[in-house]
């Protein structure tokens, strides 16, 4: 009898103070985190070559192109999630080798967990791109740009000169059959 | 097959060909030879009409009429074509359903999508779709679904009000004295699925059941027509959550066999593998459902419990639990981890536990054996003339399985035979559905040691040969492509097109989809 006693408290406490395997807090913990899970996009801005693929194959057009001020390259995805069915179709078609621009597989799972959203934007996957990003790829293309003109102008004034050669030689050849 | 081929040749025909193995396909130059091509098929044996699918040719100015006839005891099918005239007061043809029963919601379909009348039809009203498409045929080229849609208060309206309007005729034409009511069972009833039913009652007593199953209707061949063949994956799958790997597989083959790609033993294996799990998974919410729907929660529990390891296996390789999209024109869309055949084995050994307890609490249950031996009875004729396939037909005894009769991935490796049961009841197929699962086990198992056996001896490569490259731009082809899924023979005509006007580069295609439920 008062091992019985003994043994039920005992079982009590036991169930009491251990942790439930059972419990787990699904905000913080993914039940079952795969290799593959597809979950919020991430954008890498760098790697991106704005080739509008994702767009193009979104079946749901979650996907939207950020306009960039720049001449090559100049779009960025965006992604609606409220939209997304996180097929992951966009990941697959991304073109960039080996990791991808655009990425859902092993992504994060607490998007809609974590707290209140009382805002839309939460909703949005934006790549966000820094001003300085910009601002050295802007530098990156004038500098391709002047080099490009420099490149033009001197070819231009080989050219030139090479024609002014010819045209010189011409002149002398004719002067020589004329001499002759 | 030579004799059917013969005795299709002795009327008016274009062409009458052989295609693929069990089908003879065939163009009847006029159609007022349709109901004798008919009448001589079903004297030879062929007593299914499986489905009714128009296409449509706005360039030639012409539907194509596709009529799929199937013998379901011998494997002869034959699939004719007829041309009839475009205009929507001239697009008329005979009705089939006075001799196959089973062509009556098809063809009603095929009248509201496409407007197709069919002279002699019983009872020819408008079907599937809601109400605001009534009358404006939406699956015609060139109605304008942009136009449409920026009416959405207008549509809404229309749908209330005629829901009203039936409301109002209803309590016109039964009156208020007596007990006769008018009962709308579903369709956001739990038990009820996307089906509406509305069942007149006299107190306790059915006098009538009228089924709308157009609640879920998307519209999904025109979903189609507008993605790419990738995209038009996602809106495929969606077709049933439950099996929705299947559904993939069928579309899958039908681009394949129009792009003329050959997938490799290894992505076939794996589809087999995927599709099976996609049968178990939903075979298991139904053997849930079935006594669920009697009062009795237990199994639905325990049967939702086993269902979460095969879940596991399909988020472990896809990344998704339910909306997988794993089966891509070209093969299976990832690698294979050979790990996942472990979580696999994992999920078979917890059924096979449970296995014993499902069988002896359940399957010999007396209440549900008192309950569900006399309700619901087909017979084997019924299947026959209703073109009723999967698990009632193979409930009323009649022995047909499209992975056996028409095999496609890898099921020709697989060893295995047809599930029957005899009087076609309710619990017949209840019976026939737990059968199906321990034949899924088996099918799994063999796959699992063929994989197996083929990654060690080098034969296949699982992380290099899950996919062959498809074409992005598909020629303009013909296919139909037929699977077994969880809910019985799923079929799909695939029709491309190239498009007219050169400049637009990808190929427009005009799918089509029909499939067969289990009634």
Redesign the interface.
Known sequence: MFIDIVKKVFRVTKAVTQKRQAVVDVRHHAV?P?????GQHTVDYELCIGCDSCN?????HAITMQHLPLKKQNIVPEVNLAVC?????CE??CPTTPDKAIKL?GGRFDMLTGGLHANQQDFWVHADIPQSYIDSRLEEEEAARVKKELAKTKREAIAAAKKAEEAAKKAEDNNDGAQK | MEKLKELIGTFDVAYVENYKKVWIKAKLNKASDLLGVAQALKDEGLKSLVTVSPTDFPEENKFEMNYFFEDLLTRRNAWIKVDIPRELDRCEIDSLTPMFPGANWHEREAYSVFGVKFTGHPELEYFLISQDYYGKFPFRKGFDWKAHEANLIENMNTIFESFENEHVENEKRIGHAGSRTMLNWGPTHPASGPIRLKVEVDGEDIISVKPDIGYVWRALEHLVEE??F??????LERICFMDNTNSMLCYAQAVEEIAGKEITPFAAMMRVVLGEIGRIVSHLMGMGGFFNNMGLMTLFMWALDVREYFL?VL??????RI?T?SIEPGGV??PL?VNLLDTLEKAIQKYEDTRTEFYTIFLKNPTMKMRAAKTGIITAEEVESFALCGIVARASGVKTDIRLDEPYAAYDKIDMDYMTAENGSAMNRFEVLFKEMDQSMSILKQAIADLRRGIESGEYDPQKDHMVKIPKKLPAGEAISRVEWSRGELMIHLVTQDTIPPEDQSAKRQPYHDGRAPA
Request: hydrophobic share 40%.
């Open positions: 079952r795969t290799a593959n899970y597809r193009k194959i979104c079946p749901v069915i996180f097929c992951g179709l697959d078609v597989s | 993605k790419d990738i995209g038009a994956l996602v809106a596991d988020e472990d390789y896809s990344g998704a909306a999209a869309r990832y981890d």
